[in-house]
């Protein structure tokens, strides 16, 4: 028994030794968790600073200079604040012909435009009051976006009538939805064309993405050498349709036509790639049931390609609006903005009021890009989410 005891005595200690390491075990742990946190942290956040510092810092500062007036002087440059007058002078004042356009009276046809666009807009903003619980924020900007549309689609009536001239701001709207609507329907004409079992279709593949590999200014002096009617290696094609002396630069519309075709022509090459690798990854067991339930190729398109290639069709279309709003190389190269100012672009607007020193007007006209960029960009979405969901 003595013995016993000894040993119990002996194992007393050990156990106590062990009972107090357990908690310094702990906290070793969590200063393990807590030093793995901190490395974390320590390899992130550089590259975070530097992100926020090349995209947050810039928009500050040309906010800043959107509000100013900058301008040099002996010994260095001065800015002064002048609140919203660079914005002022784009839609009312000096800049406002240049921006917003010429307008004239619009025709019958234009006004019955205008007249169903706002009953449009109106119905479908009694549609949402109606259908669904109502919050302030909804209402207003519903209300909000309702105001835009309808003085987009006015401006537009104005501007594009006879004896008007549309501004950048609608030429800008022009390339984009114009150009965008092109590109989606050639683009996808193409991946179901190359998609069929047709002698030849991987070489057409290859070939229809080389003109990617081009750089935007390349693509602008094919064009300039293209379009040029007295000198250009068209030269034959343009004397024999009677052409010859037709300018396409020297002509509004056909200037802004050849600033489209050569935007269209290059980023197809983008719309194509997307479709067909969408078409590609289809199942071929719905197509096939559908042919065996005497479904016809328009309905098997409609119904089932049409559902299946909708959400990536809506994140390319995103993608694709962003960039076109931001064109500049094919206008800059191709006419100079030319003829007069129809054929400028928001974006190049503000590189050719940069390049005069007025740094800020082009901040002002920069930040009406953003703003238009933001407003299409949310609506699409918007409308997208509403089209989705109606139809779950």
């Known amino acids: ?11 007393a200690p050990s156990a106590a030794a062990l009972q107090s390491a357990l908690p310094s075990g702990d906290r070793l742990r969590r200063l393990s968790m807590q030093a793995e ?29 959107s509000l100013s007036r900058f301008k040099f002087v002996k010994g260095g440059f001065e800015i002064k604040f002048v609140g919203l007058a660079n914005y002022k002078k784009l839609f009312l004042g ?17 006004w019955l435009v205008f007249a169903a666009v706002v009953v449009l807009l109106l119905w479908s903003l009694v549609r949402y009051v109606r259908s669904r ?70 070489f057409f593949r290859v070939i229809f993405l080389l003109p990617m590999m081009i750089t935007p200014v390349g693509i602008a002096y094919t064009f300039r050498m293209l379009t ?14 009677g052409l010859a002396l037709y300018s396409w630069v020297n002509d509004p519309w056909g200037a802004r036509a050849a600033v489209m075709i050569g935007d269209i022509w ?18 071929v067991e719905q197509v096939e049931a559908a042919l065996v339930d005497g479904a016809n190729r328009w309905q098997i398109f409609w119904n089932i390609t049409v559902p299946a290639i909708l959400p990536v069709s809506t994140t390319l279309i995103l993608i694709r ?29 503000s590189f050719i009021t940069w ?4 740094l800020g007007g082009s901040a002002a006209i920069a930040y009406v890009l953003l703003f238009v960029v933001t407003f299409v960009g949310m609506s699409y979405i918007n409308l997208v989410r509403q089209r989705v969901s109606e139809g779950q």
């Open 1 to 11: 028994p003595m013995q016993v005891e000894r040993q119990s005595q002996d194992a």
């Open 37 to 65: 946190r901190l490395a974390g942290n320590v390899f992130v956040w550089p590259a975070v600073l530097v992100v926020l510092f090349l995209s947050i810092f810039p928009l500050i500062i040309s906010l800043y200079l």
């Open 94 to 110: 000096t800049q406002q012909g240049h921006f917003l356009g010429a307008m004239a009276g619009s025709s019958p046809v234009g």
């Open 133 to 202: 619980p109502l919050s302030v924020g909804g209402v207003v900007g519903r209300v909000v976006s309702t105001v835009i549309v309808g003085t987009g689609v006015w401006l537009l009536v104005r501007t594009l009538s006879a004896g008007g001239r549309p501004g950048t701001l609608v030429v800008t709207w022009i390339y984009v939805f114009v150009g965008i609507a092109v590109q989606y329907l050639i683009g996808l004409g193409l991946a179901l064309l190359t998609t069929q079992r047709l002698p030849g279709r991987r």
């Open 228 to 241: 040029d009617t007295d000198k250009g290696p068209f030269q034959p094609i343009w004397q024999a349709l």
């Open 266 to 283: 290059q980023l197809i090459r983008f719309t194509f790639v997307v479709l067909l690798s969408a078409l590609e990854s289809l199942s």
């Open 321 to 349: 609006m962003i960039e076109a709003f931001k064109i500049v190389d094919i206008p800059n190269v191709l006419t100079n903005g030319g003829p007069g100012t129809a054929t400028e672009s928001m974006t190049l607007h």
């Open 355 to 358: 390049r005069a020193l007025d």
